[in-house]
């Protein structure tokens, strides 16, 4: 096992009615800037709960973040904070509106002038930020309880991210039911981002962490029960709770602590979205399984453990085992609605040149948990994935 | 799945060589009490390492925490932080010098005059603590990242237990080499102690929470296979990283959230240890086989599920199988060396009735994820205890 430091402090309120609680945990005094995306919220009722809740709070609000939140939006919501006068945040959505946050947070009383420097340096001259809380609408990203944002700024086609210990959320409501009325895809979409987040945190070379792989493989085997439920039977609480714990453990550090990491296949996805604006995870679909293929080698032993624990491929060579276990990984996102090819999405792969040189500036020229992945290789990945 | 709050505050900070980590942790300033048990923190070379990490710093020291902690030595503790001027503690041990440490901290300030008055209200009134980190020396408890505490009272046979928000260690330094040296009853217990606790959250009934079902049985299997191995080459470092982090998962409040749980058995089991003074390890090995013959009933369906999933037990009646798990688990405490029944420990029974006394007088007469473990049922499990 490797050595690591795991903090978590976020406090995770879990369950129905859940939001009525954030009364309970936001000093009365408060001056509230509610940041939401579009609509949905107000018609699901959960905007409804969350002024129940705060009755008698001072409560503005931001809206208008976009999936793959943009810079261009969150600078507005700074300047509208530095303009007046608030102290509280409360992210009210999935990811994008909580990433989204994390940076209006960082940004607000950030020393330098130009604020995409936030994400070009990673966050690391972040020194504090707005206190926070959120909403979990979207079970996907982690962000509910991690302290990391992926900010998107359009002119340019850049997704980065950053993070710092400053952005943890104080505390994260997670209520099953106000999953209900998601779209199909955003469900599958969930599934798929988290199913992602685990295997990136161990599909990598064997460290002897024996709790971290099972796991990472508790999430694995739950997603793929629970995954299809919640697509059959949208108001299953249990399958919806199940799949909303399994998105939150996914990425709160917890699976990672002590292993190695291999973030390839985001860094590879990002480029997709920032050039053609595809759904999160529709680019991680994309780029898993073909990146799995080209680093079969390295990543050998995992794939065997993957391929018995969690899909029962016992028979057969050992490539053929995890010739199976890549096929049957492609084949689940797809049973979800999830396509796995530049092609499903008409693209042509015309774009591939613009990303990899994205790549290069970025300094992406050496991902994967062997730092291996270089140039060539995400051509490779990228050409395959057409 | 039930709703739940999940908190976790604490920092981990783990692996070889971290205890220098402790001088980025704790402010210079600071004006430490480190509080210790016996001298093998002295012998095994922890203690140095600690005192090296705050070299410059102002740390005092308070040694003699005994296993089961005893309440007339940490007021002892309070009197002298009241004399002095102490503002941050640091205990250095299991979790006996842990737990100890969060009773002194939670006393320092406590407002009332009779400090046992902490134990006897399960923690209510506490409204501050004095902050502290920790260095793990024996895992077993999970008190280094919980906000429990069990303390005993010498005279009046009296181990109880408090809990406040304000008493999580704000670090916990978790180094798996400082284990290599503890003796191998010590190993072993921390090992039962550690599987105890993880089915005393899986044992119950089903709530179909399939993260936290898993990831109990990803504890126990660790568990299983690392135990033999610790005690057989203590000086195996992942081996020993692995028992390190599934016993500090297993008390940690993850495995807990959203499912029923059942603590009758540590409930029984601190009256052991209060009337004969042994190992708490000792008290719920001897405990628990008997509560699950006891309440195989109500705990069918999840002793089925554990029959299978960890002992591989497909073949026969379901009361075959069940019989079989009970007795693997029996047999898997004696393996490592902790024996199950009074008489191993030269016990006749006799001091059956008192412990009951002591279990009504501290309302503990309807335990159990049903609440229906009354006084007569709790005899019957001490008796097959004998």
Chains 1, 2 share one sequence.
């Not at 402090?9 to 000093?27: D, M, S, Y």
């Not at 982690?142 to 505390?171: C, M, W």
């Not at 739950?222 to 039977?233: I, M, Q, R, S």
């Not at 709160?252 to 390839?264: K, M, R, T």
Request: hydrophobic content about 40%; aromatic content about 8%; overall charge negative.
């Amino acid at each position: 096992m490797q050595n690591f430091t795991l903090y978590t402090p976020t406090k995770v309120i879990f369950g129905k009615g859940q939001i009525a609680q954030l009364r309970n945990e936001i000093h009365p005094d408060a001056r509230i800037l509610l940041l939401y995306g579009g609509g949905s919220i107000k018609n699901n009722g959960v905007l409804s709960q969350v002024h129940a809740a705060l009755k008698g709070y001072s409560v503005e609000e931001f809206s208008g973040i976009e999936p793959n939140p943009a810079y261009e939006t969150l600078i507005k919501a700074v300047e509208y904070i530095r303009e007046h006068d608030i102290n509280y945040l409360l992210a009210v959505g999935g990811g994008s509106v909580i990433d989204g946050t994390k940076f209006v947070a960082a940004a607000v009383n950030y020393p330098g002038e130009d604020l995409w420097e936030i994400l070009a340096t990673g966050g690391a001259n972040i020194t504090s930020a707005l206190p926070f809380s959120c909403v979990l609408t979207l079970p996907a990203t982690g962000s509910e309880t991690n302290n990391i944002s992926v900010v998107s700024r359009l002119k340019t086609h850049d997704k980065q991210h950053f993070a710092s210990p400053f952005i943890y959320p104080k505390v994260a409501i997670l209520d099953p039911e106000v999953t209900y009325s998601l779209p199909p895809r955003q469900t599958a979409n969930g599934v798929v981002d988290a199913f992602v987040h685990t295997l990136e945190q161990y599909l990598t070379y064997p460290a002897d962490a024996k709790v971290q792989d099972r796991y990472a493989e508790s999430l694995l085997l739950t997603l793929l029960e629970e995954g299809p439920k919640v697509l059959k039977a949208p108001e299953n609480y249990d399958a919806r709770a199940n799949v909303m714990w399994a998105a939150t453990q996914a990425l709160n550090g917890l699976i990672g602590a002590g292993v190695p990491q291999d973030w390839a296949t985001h860094m590879l996805a990002h480029q997709l979205t920032a050039f053609h604006n595809l759904d999160h995870a529709q680019t991680l679909a994309i780029i898993l399984p073909h990146l799995l293929q080209e680093k079969r080698d390295t990543k050998h032993a995992k794939l065997l453990q993957y391929a018995e624990r969690i899909w029962n491929f016992t028979e057969g060579t050992e490539e053929q085992r995890i010739n199976q276990a890549i096929h049957a990984t492609r084949e689940f996102f797809e049973s979800l609605g999830v396509k796995t090819h530049f092609s499903d999405y008409q693209l042509d792969g015309s774009s591939i040149p613009g990303m990899l040189q994205k790549l290069e500036q970025q300094g992406l020229v050496a991902l994967g948990e062997h730092q291996d992945i270089t140039l060539e290789i995400s051509k490779r990945i990228y050409e395959a994935s057409i």
